[in-house]
């Protein structure tokens, strides 16, 4: 698939929900789509960036694009119609690397793992890193789903116009997606 073909591919969809590991390309990935389809793009501080109610709330709106990494574990409540969630591929060794960069791991993750155990409890202490807890859990949750959703790798972003290649984004800010 290319970008393209997943933005036509999107324009049947009110709700767009742009989830993944943190630092997989969510918060370009939403904000692109945004611009590309004319829809609104909720960042997930708008909503409480860990609040689970503040995201599913959100979903009483159409015509949206919500980046939301931190509420993954969450996705399989959705029940809104016309919706779907895009998880974002995106190699884990580029991720923890990102990770690091920003100081993200471990405080975050163990953050992360925490929301994570009140499901599945203790099993989550095997993980050493949230890229690899994440996906692990997506495949199991993504059975359960009662939206669309697409598994998109990161290289699908390299399509768009907006596009700024890993050397130039080195000293990137947390939420940054542009020079």
């Not at 130039?168 to 020079?179: E, Y």
């Given at each position: 698939m290319t970008y393209n073909d997943l933005i036509s591919k999107l324009h049947s969809y009110s709700r767009i929900i742009v989830s993944g590991p943190q630092r997989s390309g969510t918060?370009?990935?939403?904000?692109?789509?945004s611009q590309d389809l004319e829809y609104k793009h909720i960042d997930e501080q708008e909503f409480g960036t860990h609040t689970a109610e503040g995201f599913l709330n959100v979903l009483s709106q159409e015509n949206i694009v919500v980046q939301c990494p931190a509420v993954s574990h969450v996705?399989?409540?959705?029940q809104s119609q016309n919706t779907i969630i895009l998880w974002m591929d995106r190699d884990n060794?580029?991720?923890?690397?990102?990770?690091d960069r920003i100081d993200w791991h471990p405080h975050w993750f163990n953050v992360e793992k925490n929301k994570y155990r009140?499901?599945?409890?203790?099993?989550?202490?095997?993980?050493?890193?949230?890229?690899?807890?994440k996906k692990h859990y997506w495949n199991i949750q993504k059975q359960n789903l009662k939206t669309d959703y697409l598994d998109i790798p990161y290289s699908i972003l390299?399509?768009?116009?907006?596009?700024?290649?890993k050397t130039?984004?080195?000293?990137?800010?947390?939420?940054?997606?542009?020079?």
């Open positions: 918060t370009y990935a939403a904000f692109t789509l996705l399989d409540q959705i060794k580029d991720i923890a690397k990102s990770e009140t499901i599945y409890g203790d099993e989550v202490d095997k993980f050493e890193r949230n890229s690899l807890m390299k399509e768009t116009k907006g596009f700024i290649s130039q984004r080195k000293d990137f800010g947390v939420k940054q997606i542009q020079l």
